[in-house]
């Protein structure tokens, strides 16, 4: 894979808290298009990675996206920029309904997008539409996750990041969420960083898998590697029991 390919490319990140380190030295690249789970156990950096990237959380090293360097970039300014994220547990404004939540995605579209993205929205989940008016904090975990992904649809950004977006929810939200997805992929061609304990989840619409373990990332294993059974019996767990 040639670097112009590459539209995220993470060089030798560090990241922490309170000067104990979390991430260590990390490198990854995505191509344009390409899903890519990181398995990683509770606890093990998946959220300090998501925080890293989105400019959450100060750290050192480089991360390219489609030639910007988000390390210049603050964290309101990344759908600007093509990028959207869903923090464990859902984006959620507890004092704001559902259609503010909306609203704010769509802020910068013309009136005609936020027409035709409102329509899409309620189309895709439905359930949405009696919930307009309610507050976000009175929501269910599996409503709020879905007010989560129905902002990223709204905000149409290219490279999506979402950390364990089904921790927690009802088998049926887990399945919007991974028909979701698999729609964002094949349909319009997304990139996706899925962060992910649900390894059988992650399988189910990534293009390749790295494992994150005592704070480094490992080699990047494609499709037909880790579907294999091998894989579960010599790399996986072995992951799972270090």
């Not at 309170?18 to 156990?41: A, F, H």
Request: negative net charge; charged residues 25%; glycine residues 8%.
């Amino acid at each position: 894979m040639s670097s112009q390919e590459d539209m995220l490319r993470i060089e030798n990140l560090s990241a922490g808290y309170d000067g104990k380190p979390v991430l260590q030295e990390l490198n990854l690249t995505l191509r344009q298009g390409e899903t890519c789970c990181v398995i990683g156990e509770d606890g093990s950096g998946k959220s300090t990675l998501l925080k890293a990237i989105s400019q959450q959380l100060k750290s050192s090293g480089k991360i390219i996206y489609n030639g910007i360097d988000l390390g210049a970039l603050p964290t309101a300014q990344m759908t600007r920029h093509g990028v959207d994220f869903i923090a464990q547990g859902g984006n959620i404004l507890k004092g704001f309904t559902v259609e503010e939540h909306i609203s704010l995605a769509l802020a910068e579209k013309s009136a005609d997008q936020k027409r035709k993205a409102w329509q899409e929205v309620e189309r895709t989940f439905p359930k949405l539409r009696t919930l307009r008016n309610q507050i976000a904090g009175r929501l269910s975990g599996g409503e709020r996750m879905i007010l989560s992904v129905a902002c990223v649809l709204a905000t149409d950004a290219d490279f999506l990041i979402l950390d364990e977006p089904t921790a927690g929810l009802a088998p049926e939200t887990c399945t919007t969420i991974l028909e979701f997805l698999i729609r964002m992929k094949e349909e319009r061609g997304k990139t996706i960083l899925l962060l992910e304990h649900n390894y059988e989840f992650g399988f189910a619409v990534a293009d390749s898998v790295v494992t994150l373990i005592g704070g480094t990332l490992s080699e990047k294993y494609l499709s037909n590697d880790f579907r294999q059974a091998e894989f579960i019996e010599n790399k996986l767990y072995a992951f799972w029991i270090e």
